[in-house]
């Protein structure tokens, strides 16, 4: 389980450095409506969706690693509880009945 935690750790950090850099890739808005201006926004369109689908998986990673995170601590409480002595029952007495009586 730690070594799918580091794995998860390393691509969220991985992913954080590729969007970092997809953002400064994608070019400001061209003004304009020329068939070239046009195809320029519609590029940069691309490179923000790309950036924002990067995002996303981002998230859901970090999500993900979250929730692992939440059930090794779990794990931990559990193993702590069952290493804890049991708790004595109490029984009562028996009542002696003698014959005759």
Known sequence: MP????????????????????????????????AREIQENG???VCLQNELAAETQRRNLQLQLDALEKSQQDLKVQRRLDALPP?????PPVPVV???S
């Open 87 to 91: 708790v004595p029952v109490y029984t």
């Open 43 to 45: 590029e940069r369109l």
């Open 98 to 100: 003698t014959p005759g």
């Open 3 to 34: 070594n799918m935690i580091r794995s998860l750790a390393l691509l969220v950090l991985a992913l954080t450095a590729a969007t970092g850099a997809a953002q400064a890739a994608c070019p400001p808005p061209a003004p304009g409506n020329t």
